[in-house]
């Protein structure tokens, strides 16, 4: 058996977001070798995303250790012996993220021994396909959450001629709980919201609106509005007219109700999920939970919800109002990697043998190679790494913080202090002036 197999692995995950923290940390417990017990680190990436300690434990994942870093900090706490620590590294980021901390190990580790480098996609992949995958390439594994996702990264890839082994067909990696067993007393209907779609006033209080009228038309039924986010708190996305300011000062019926909290928890109560296109729709259809992607707004790229088209869950409120009840696709959900079949025990297994595979390489791993490069894309990749304080060749540029020690105390009052206004300047004060501009 196989020495990977057997030993306790140490696991690093990378995440800018609670939604992208949720999926590294389960997508590492996911992949890594059956039987091989876990250490798991987990680093948040400073920013406007960073997820807070109440969002942290909404998610419910457990780390052995948590701690917040910049760009450059983390860069540095792997390259400091990082031979001896770590066997797995998830970069659970952003395109342009994945893609600087590619570059910054590629320049920290140089041609050392090294971890496997593991990254993918939160969820449903429907816009800027070709940038976003070409950002994460020169990871050893890009995960595709399904089988129609894999044969698009291969075709982007071989499109460019990049090496497009590294991509690996799992599933979703928070799928999970118990099918669905019937209605519920009482029946309830969730409407899953969604921090930027749609991103108008007008689109979101006219949803918000055809809920409230559901409720009022079907007293007998309860109604949720799961929410993403209290005011204040970011997700992956920028919410700039969340649901709670929305609804206040409206007349509610007493079957209508705003929650928060784990998905999986939801939908355990959960007669009819109701979205324009989150995630939670996946999640829903792998419990076999009545699944609705809204087409009141029309059919989409902007709203995501042409990714479900063939799905056979396209329906509109006067629909719903009416009773109608939907029934998805079979071959569409197989290809979706929704696994509501009960083959989702085995869709890892591909991650896991190549992982495997990656660990037991004789003479350890080659350097890391992105497909940018400053010679391919010198009028791209430079401005993608400065914004993360690294030059073209990946190294922390003069003056990056943290570059050079670990930050005092009083350093780190006052960066927790700027923290703060950076964050009320993006999620406060920005909002204000963009829709002053718009009048």
């Known amino acids: 058996m196989p020495a990977s197999a057997t030993k306790s692995l140490r696991v690093a995950v990378l995440a800018d977001s609670d939604t992208r923290w949720k999926w590294g940390a389960l997508t590492a417990q996911r992949v890594t070798p059956t039987g091989a017990e876990i250490r798991l680190d987990g680093y948040l990436l400073r920013g406007r995303a960073t997820p807070t300690a109440r969002q942290l434990k909404e998610v419910g994942i457990h780390a052995d250790s948590l701690r917040e870093v910049t760009g450059v900090e983390f860069l540095r706490a792997m390259g400091e012996g990082t031979e001896d620590r770590y066997d797995v590294l998830v970069l659970a980021l952003v395109g342009g993220g994945v893609q600087a901390m590619l570059h910054g190990l590629r320049h920290a ?65 928070f799928l999970g709980g118990a099918p669905y067993a019937g209605e519920h007393d009482p029946y309830t209907v969730v409407f899953a919201a969604q921090p930027s779609v749609p991103d108008s006033r007008k689109d979101r209080t006219y949803l918000l609106n055809r809920l409230i009228e559901h409720a009022r038309r079907h007293p007998e039924r309860e109604v949720l509005l799961k929410l993403r986010s209290k005011p204040g708190e970011h997700t992956t996305h920028i919410e700039e007219l969340p649901y709670q300011k929305l609804v206040q000062g409206k007349d509610l019926p007493a079957n209508f109700r705003l929650v928060y909290g784990h998905m999986g928890e939801v939908l355990d109560r959960t007669d009819l999920l109701v979205t324009v296109s989150s995630t939670a729709a996946l999640e829903a259809l792998h419990r076999r939970v009545p699944t609705v992607v809204l087409s009141d707004l029309g059919v989409r790229e902007v709203l995501g919800n ?30 979706q990697g929704v696994a509501a079949d009960g083959s989702y025990a085995t869709a890892f297994d591909a991650a896991r043998e190549r992982i495997t595979e ?29 914004r ?36 009320h300047g993006v999620q406060r004060v920005a909002p204000v002036i963009r829709r002053m501009g718009e009048l």
């Not at 719903?320 to 959900?333: F, K, S, T, Y």
């Not at 890391?368 to 391919?376: F, Q, R």
């Not at 190294?395 to 206004?421: F, H, S």
């Open 388 to 423: 993360h304080h690294l030059g073209p060749d990946g190294a922390p540029l003069p003056g990056a913080p943290a570059a050079d020690k670990e930050p005092g105390p009083v350093r780190q009052i006052v960066r927790r202090a700027a923290r703060g206004a950076y964050r």
């Open 109 to 173: 580790w140089g041609s050392g021994k090294r971890p496997v480098v593991v990254t993918g996609y939160v969820g449903v992949v429907y816009e800027k396909l070709a940038d976003g995958l070409l950002l994460r390439h020169g990871a050893d594994l890009v995960l595709a959450n399904s089988r129609h996702d894999a044969d698009r990264f291969r075709a982007v890839y071989e499109g460019v001629d990049a090496d497009a082994t590294a991509v690996t067909e799992v599933a979703l990696p």
């Open 358 to 386: 990656l660990l037991d390489r004789p003479g350890g791993l080659p350097p890391l190679n992105p497909y940018y490069t400053p010679e391919t894309a010198p009028g791209y990749l430079p401005g993608i790494l400065a």
């Open 306 to 335: 042409h990714h479900f088209t063939g799905s056979g869950c396209l329906a509109s409120w006067d629909q719903l109002d009416a009773g109608h009840r939907p029934a998805p696709n079979e071959e569409w959900v197989a290809r």
